[in-house]
Structure formats: C-alpha cells, structure tokens
C-alpha cells in the first residue's frame, strides 16, 4: 500500500524568508509525486510533479520540490515566501507501476507572516 | 490549459432533497473522473473512480445508492447526492485526468460546497 506523510500541520514563515514544507512518502514499485495547494473554498491547483530525470523540479509561483529517493521525501520549497502563499499544501504519490490511484497527504497549513 | 470547472459552487438545501453536481473538463478529454469529499481541516476522502462510458468504481464505505455517479461523456461526469442529509454536508470535489496522455496529474474543480438544512 502505498502513503504519504506530511508531519507538520502548519508552517510559519516570515515574508521573504525561504519557506520548506516536508513530504515523505511510500510506495511499492517507483513513485510518482505532486504538489498541490488549496486556497480557502477552492478546489486544489497543481503545482508541479516529479516523474523521472532530474530530482529537482520546478512549478508554478516559484516553487521547486527536490526529490530524495534515499530518503524518501519530497519537499517542497520555495527561496523567498510572499504572504499570498498563505495556504494549505497537499503532497501526492501514486505507484508508477501500472493503475493507481493518488494518495493525498493530509495537508499543511502554511502562513506567511508580514 | 487542463481546466476542470464544477457547478454549482455552493447548495442550501432542505433534507430529503436530491442534489446534482457537475463536473467539467474544458479543454481535454477526462477518460478518468474522480470524486472526493473534504471534511474540515482534513485531507480529500477518495469517494469513487468514474471512467467514461462504464460504471464508477466506488471506495470502501461509500454508499453508491446514495451517491449516484455517471460520466456519460469525456467532458462531464455528475454526482448526484440522493436523499441528501445533513450529515451529507460537506465540501466536494472532483478532478479529472487524461489517461491517453502519460503523467498526466489530476486537474481539480473548485469544489461544491453542500449544506443541508
């Protein structure tokens, strides 16, 4: 079975700093890994994917996510945060091998600080 | 591009009611549809798979009587929430993903929400 872990609930971050949200995952065969962020009644936009090639990838908004296979992780970062990042980010892995479906992490709040 | 648009946004209604809710890829073929329900503060409940032009595939737990799922084309999928209860009330959304294109992610809608009286 494969899941996704996001440990921390919420991430405070003070405008202009860089801002790190943590994704670990686990699947049986080779993953392939998504960020999504969610605004307050909104359904969730995507914002980037790690499928193979280069571990680190980059997204809309600024974004990037550095995949870890050793580790297991991909976390998402970003080099300076702006209060508009404020939201709820959801990581996802789905199994390359053959159909699967995408298990969503259970989210973490992130909140930008003036 | 890959935009999936879901109506309506928000439903009041009285318990007992059937309430429909349509989702809508724009600008591709969604061979599949998803529906998930989102509680407060939680992460998206997967509810059913639905493949164009076959029946959905529904998750553990759910009530597929209750929760009435037809993709009869490549663009529309609906959920029909049937005899709709207060403890129906939630957030839902649905996304949508190209199978005919390979890593593809899934494209969201806004999400409905559903509030019943």
């Known amino acids: 079975a494969q899941s996704v872990a996001q440990p921390e609930d919420q991430v405070n971050v003070a405008e202009g700093n860089p801002l790190t949200v943590k994704c670990t995952y686990s699947?049986?065969?080779?993953?392939?890994l998504f960020w999504y962020v969610q605004y307050p009644n909104r359904g969730l936009q995507f914002l980037l994917k790690?499928?193979?090639?280069?571990?680190l990838v980059k997204g809309s908004y600024g974004f990037e996510a550095e995949f870890n296979k050793s580790q297991t992780s991909f976390h998402l970062k970003k080099p300076s945060a702006l209060v508009s990042d404020s939201a709820l980010y959801f990581c996802?892995?789905?199994?390359?091998?053959?159909?699967?479906?995408?298990?969503f992490g259970i989210g973490t709040k992130l909140q930008v600080i003036p | 591009g890959a935009v999936v648009s879901q109506h309506p946004s928000w439903v009041i209604c009285k318990s007992g009611t059937s309430v429909k809710i349509e989702c809508r890829s724009l600008?591709?073929?969604?061979?599949?549809m998803f529906w998930y329900r989102q509680f407060p503060k939680q992460s998206l409940m997967l509810m059913a798979t639905?493949?164009?032009?076959?029946?959905?595939?529904?998750e553990q737990g759910v009530e597929k009587d209750k929760f009435l799922i037809n993709h009869a084309s490549l663009t529309l999928s609906t959920l029909t929430v049937t005899s709709a209860h207060p403890e129906d009330s939630s957030f839902y959304i649905c996304?949508?993903?190209?199978?005919?294109?390979?890593?593809?992610?899934?494209?969201f809608g806004d999400g409905t929400r559903l509030s019943i009286l």
């Open positions: 996304s949508a993903r190209d199978e005919a294109v390979s890593n593809q992610p899934q494209h």
């Open positions: 699947v049986s065969g080779n993953p392939y």
């Open positions: 790690y499928i193979t090639g280069d571990n």
């Open positions: 996802a892995v789905r199994d390359s091998g053959g159909y699967q479906k995408v298990t």
């Open positions: 600008d591709f073929q969604a061979t599949t």
């Open positions: 639905s493949n164009e032009g076959s029946k959905a595939t529904y």
